[in-house]
């Protein structure tokens, strides 16, 4: 997975457990694509103090899905209601399929 794409995935998942101000900056640099030099001139600070604090956020989101493993547990809970739902079911068991597929989902909406 792209790691740009794979960043803004943890970010999605464990945002919330950043400062606000690390989210900001991973945002930036995740989502609209700001080279270092870019969000630094926004922020006012150095590219290296992006950088750095870039770093530091993606190894915490890291840390957290390697203890946690949310992503991984979703994608693969997403994959088996998937094949679910290429059997034979009757009417009541297609209504607990969509309960549950509703249930886990693809995390696209920010934090």
Known sequence: MDRLVELGQLLDWYGAFLTERQRSLVRQYAYEDCSLREIAEREGITRQ???DAIARAETELRGMEAKLG?????GKQRLLLEELGK???NEQQKDLLRQLS???SEKDDGV
């Open 49 to 51: 103090a992006v950088r």
């Open 70 to 74: 949310l992503i991984e547990t979703n």
């Open 87 to 89: 059997t034979d079911l």
């Open 102 to 104: 509703g249930l886990v």
